[in-house]
Structures are given as structure tokens and as C-alpha cells.
């Protein structure tokens, strides 16, 4: 049995596979804001889904952020009480076992690889457009995280071809460096162009159901996300050309994306013809849950 657990900065899920198959109903409990009772938390869950199915499981860790090989800490995590902890080896001896954890996006392209969208391709980019962009690669059902463990990460090179007017208005990003594809193409990167472009301050699924009914800015805020997405991940083609693009997190429920993005990637990949498919995820929120078990191999 492979237990997933997904470690998100409010919520964390948990599940149990056997043979791809779900075998104790999902769980999903508030985050604790502190450190301990995080670990307790995961012994918690852990613990529950080996009693109710009566069997022991691998443990699979999902977190947004990464454990840094050189000093088993982790980094670069939003969720800032874990940020310089040993998360990995104060599970292990927690847990009396051996203990995978990986960056949540990695979890996402992972499952997606394994039996979602991406299933059946060689290379899968996973993309996340939520309250940030991030994304992860699978390559033969494995993850490529690379030596300094940001591999996948797009949302933070810059809005490729920028227009005037794109580059006048681009704004600062949290990292430190000014135009990057997230304060574009995340939730409120797209609100906020549609402040830009004279419109009312909207949340994102309200402007998609104001494009749905034709509202003018509200379509213009649209074709100009697509485009932008076009752009971006054309620059992902470039350098890894994927076989498969999977899009996930809340901005991927526009329904339109993924066609509109097949449309327009031909205008931006360095070749005549683009073969990469774009897709919507399968799994939904359970992706990263999902991948997070799946960091073990099915047994
Ligand atoms: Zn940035």
C-alpha cells in the first residue's frame, strides 16, 4: 500500500492506493501553522489509514517547497514553519520507516504521468496556474528534479516576448526580479490585468463567467491570459519539448485553455509544426495527493 500525503500551506489530504486503486476514503484536515504539530499531525493520518485497512504503507509527502539534498532542510517553502526543518529525517524516525518527499508541482506532473492526462507520454511538463505558476517534469513516469532542485519552475523566468505595453506595466515579483510569468498568469495576475485593461477589481471565476456572457473586457482579459500561456510555455517547448503540457491548480478551469493554447503555441515554438499536446488534468485537486503516494512505486 502507498500512502500520499499532501502538505499544503492550509489544508493537508491524505490517501492510500493498492494497485492504483484508492483503499480508505481520502482525508483532508486544516494545516497546523507550527512545526510539531505538523509532525503529528502526518503521524496522525498515517496511523489512521494503516488501521482502517489493516495493512502498512510506503509514505509519500507532498510539500510546497523542497528538502535541499546538501542539507536535508527545507527550502523555498510558503508554508514558512517548515522553512530550515529537517521535515524528512524527523518523519523517518517518527515513522520508523524510509520516507519520500517531494515539491507539490513534482507531485502533480507525477500523477498525471502515471495514470491521468499525461499517461502513455515519454516526457510530461505539469503545469500549476493557481494563486502561483509553478510546474514539475516527469520523464518515463520518474521526476526530474535536477541539482538545485528547480527543475519545472517557469513561473519565475520572464514573460517571454513582451510587448511595450506589457513591459511598461510589468509588475514586481516576490522574488525580487520584475516581469516574471506568475505576476501574469497567476489568479491575481490575471485580475489584475483586468483592472489594467479599465475593468472592475473581479475575482477570477467571475471575470470567466462574464467572458462566458460576452462581457467585452472580460473577453479581452481572456484572449490576452491565452496568449500570454501560449508564450510561456512555448519557451518551456523550446528547451524540453514535452510531449504532453498538463494543466492544473484553479486557473485551469477556464475550459477554453488547453484548445487555445494548441492554437496559438505554432506562433511562438521554434517549429513549423507543434506536436506537444496540451491537456486538462484528470485528477483535479487530488493530483498532488495522488503523485505524493506515488513517490513510492507500486509495490
Ligand atoms: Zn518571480
Given at each position: 500500500m502507498q500512502i500520499g500525503i499532501d502538505?499544503?500551506?492550509?489544508k493537508t489530504e491524505a490517501i492510500a492506493l493498492a494497485s492504483a486503486a484508492v483503499v480508505a476514503s481520502p482525508r483532508r484536515i486544516p494545516t497546523p501553522p507550527d512545526y510539531a504539530a505538523t509532525l503529528d499531525a502526518i503521524a496522525g493520518l498515517v496511523a489512521e489509514l494503516e488501521s482502517e485497512t489493516g495493512r502498512s504503507g510506503t509514505v509519500g509527502i507532498g510539500i510546497p517547497g523542497v528538502v535541499a539534498h546538501a542539507t536535508g532542510l527545507v527550502k523555498n517553502a510558503n508554508s514558512t514553519w517548515l522553512i530550515g526543518r529537517p521535515l524528512q529525517a524527523d518523519l523517518e524516525a517518527r515513522l520508523a520507516r524510509p520516507v519520500r518527499v517531494a515539491n507539490d508541482a513534482n507531485c502533480f506532473a507525477l500523477s498525471e504521468a502515471i495514470d491521468g492526462a499525461g499517461r502513455g507520454f515519454e516526457t510530461v511538463f505539469g503545469v500549476i496556474l493557481g494563486t502561483g505558476v509553478g510546474g514539475g517534469i516527469a520523464i518515463r513516469q520518474r521526476i526530474h528534479e535536477g541539482p538545485n532542485q528547480?527543475?519545472?519552475?517557469?513561473?519565475?523566468?520572464q514573460l517571454p516576448w513582451m510587448t511595450g505595453e506589457e513591459r511598461a506595466a510589468a509588475p514586481p515579483c516576490y522574488c525580487g526580479?520584475?516581469?516574471?510569468v506568475e505576476t501574469f498568469l497567476s489568479g491575481p495576475g490575471f485580475e489584475l490585468d483586468h483592472v489594467r485593461l479599465g475593468g472592475a477589481r473581479r475575482s477570477s471565476p467571475d471575470i470567466v463567467r462574464g467572458a462566458a456572457a460576452a462581457d467585452t473586457l472580460a473577453l479581452l482579459a481572456m484572449r490576452r491570459y491565452e496568449d500570454r500561456l501560449a508564450r510561456g510555455l512555448a519557451a518551456v517547448v523550446n528547451l524540453l519539448d514535452p510531449d504532453a503540457i498538463v494543466l492544473g491548480g484553479?486557473?485551469?478551469?477556464?475550459?477554453?485553455?488547453p484548445a487555445a493554447v494548441s492554437a496559438l503555441l505554432p506562433r511562438y515554438?521554434?517549429?513549423?509544426?507543434?506536436?506537444t499536446e496540451v491537456l486538462l488534468n484528470a485528477h483535479g485537486d487530488s493530483s498532488g495527493v495522488r503523485g505524493a503516494a506515488w513517490l513510492w512505486p507500486a509495490g
Open positions: 502538505l499544503g500551506g492550509t528547480v527543475a519545472g519552475e517557469w513561473g519565475h523566468n526580479k520584475w516581469g516574471c484553479g486557473m485551469s478551469n477556464l475550459p477554453s485553455l515554438v521554434f517549429s513549423d509544426t507543434v506536436l
